[in-house]
């Protein structure tokens, strides 16, 4: 998945976060889906904590405005960005 495409699904699942300050069941259905979201679109080590803090943010009541997901992606790609491979020829 690309950069930009990560940003905008974060701005949407971070928006869906948002309907349990109206419809406060939802954050049964989403606390788990947004753990499941953030697994799939961060691996490795970084997306598994990710995963138990956004978990954890949705579950807590009063917590869900917190921009998980957008916050990921800030420290994904503008904190701490992939260094470019350099691949030695021989």
Same mark, same amino acid.
């Given at each position: 998945?690309?950069k =930009? @495409?990560k940003?905008i699904l974060g701005?949407?699942f971070?928006g869906?976060g =948002? +309907?349990?300050l109206?419809?406060?069941p #939802?954050?049964?259905?989403w606390a788990p889906?947004?753990? =499941? &979201?953030?697994?799939r679109?961060?691996?490795?080590?970084?997306?598994k %904590?990710a995963? %138990? +803090?956004?978990? +954890?943010?949705?579950a807590l009541?009063?917590f869900?405005?917190v921009p998980?997901?957008? &916050?990921?992606?800030c =420290?994904?790609y503008?904190? #701490?960005p992939?260094?470019? @491979?350099? +691949?030695k020829? @021989?």
């Amino acid at each position: 998945m690309k950069k =930009y @495409q990560k940003l905008i699904l974060g701005l949407l699942f971070d928006g869906m976060g =948002y +309907v349990s300050l109206i419809f406060p069941p #939802f954050d049964f259905i989403w606390a788990p889906l947004s753990a =499941y &979201l953030m697994t799939r679109m961060y691996k490795g080590r970084e997306g598994k %904590v990710a995963a %138990v +803090v956004s978990f +954890v943010e949705e579950a807590l009541p009063f917590f869900d405005v917190v921009p998980t997901f957008s &916050l990921m992606w800030c =420290y994904t790609y503008i904190l #701490f960005p992939a260094k470019p @491979q350099i +691949v030695k020829s @021989q």
